[in-house]
């Protein structure tokens, strides 16, 4: 496997409902990000979350991290059709600051 | 806000033939980095620059690829030979410092190799 695998791998929900997003990996990281991707676009960083936090929230979107399990969530709140895109997790591990991302939730959200 | 801009949009290329891909980073930031996309599937890390040298490279960074920072503000990822399965969407990102710090990516350049 990977590191940073997300779960699920394809998500359609209605305008308004939450959007929950998973990652799983596999070594011991200094973060881990959320980026997102809108089609044919380069990523959009969302948000970090270091390996000592436990939740961070920004707007509408809440990221949890649990180093013992070593998975991640990325939870959209109300969400609206212009969050329709693929969310991608990262992991950092090393000193040069690589990032090692997962394999992508593509999140459609119908209007 | 300060952008990472990348040239061309789509490059198409002969196989065999040398490519190289333009970026810009932001101005202000001290590492830089390459990633590609093949269609569908993940983001795949190159290779990371940082003080004029490479800090870090995967196993695709093989000898056919360089990167060059050849001036104040251009970072360039060059392809001497390129092949069919080159063929894919590369990155480039920029961030201020290493692992605490967001990468900012540029929109890419679609690369194909016929």
């Known amino acids: 496997s990977q590191q940073g695998e997300e779960d699920p791998q394809a998500l359609s929900i209605q305008e308004g409902e939450n959007a929950t997003m998973n990652c799983s990996y596999k070594t011991s990281i200094n973060n881990l990000q959320w980026y997102r991707q809108n089609s044919g676009r380069g990523l959009v960083h969302l948000i970090l979350?270091?390996?000592?936090?436990r939740e961070k929230h920004s707007g509408r979107l809440r990221v949890t991290l649990d180093t013992s399990k070593k998975s991640s969530s990325l939870l959209i709140t109300a969400s609206r059709a212009a969050d329709t895109a693929s969310y991608f997790c990262?992991?950092?591990?090393?000193?040069?600051?690589?990032?090692?991302f997962g394999d992508g939730t593509t999140l459609t959200v119908k209007p | 806000e300060p952008e990472v801009t990348q040239t061309p949009s789509h490059q198409v290329t002969q196989m065999g033939q040398e490519v190289i891909l333009r970026c810009v980073p932001i101005s202000n930031h001290l590492y830089f980095y390459w990633y590609r996309q093949i269609l569908g599937q993940k983001v795949e890390f190159l290779v990371s620059f940082y003080n004029n040298e490479i800090s870090e490279k995967s196993e695709i960074f093989d000898d056919q690829f360089s990167v060059e920072r050849p001036d104040g503000s251009n970072f360039t990822l060059k392809i001497r030979s390129t092949k069919l399965e080159d063929s894919a969407m590369y990155f480039c990102?920029?961030?201020?410092?290493?692992?605490?710090?967001?990468?900012?990516f540029g929109n890419g350049t679609r690369l194909t190799v016929t």
């Open positions: 979350i270091r390996s000592n936090e």
């Open positions: 990102a920029s961030s201020r410092g290493t692992y605490n710090s967001p990468l900012h």
């Open positions: 990262a992991t950092v591990n090393t000193n040069a600051g690589k990032s090692t």
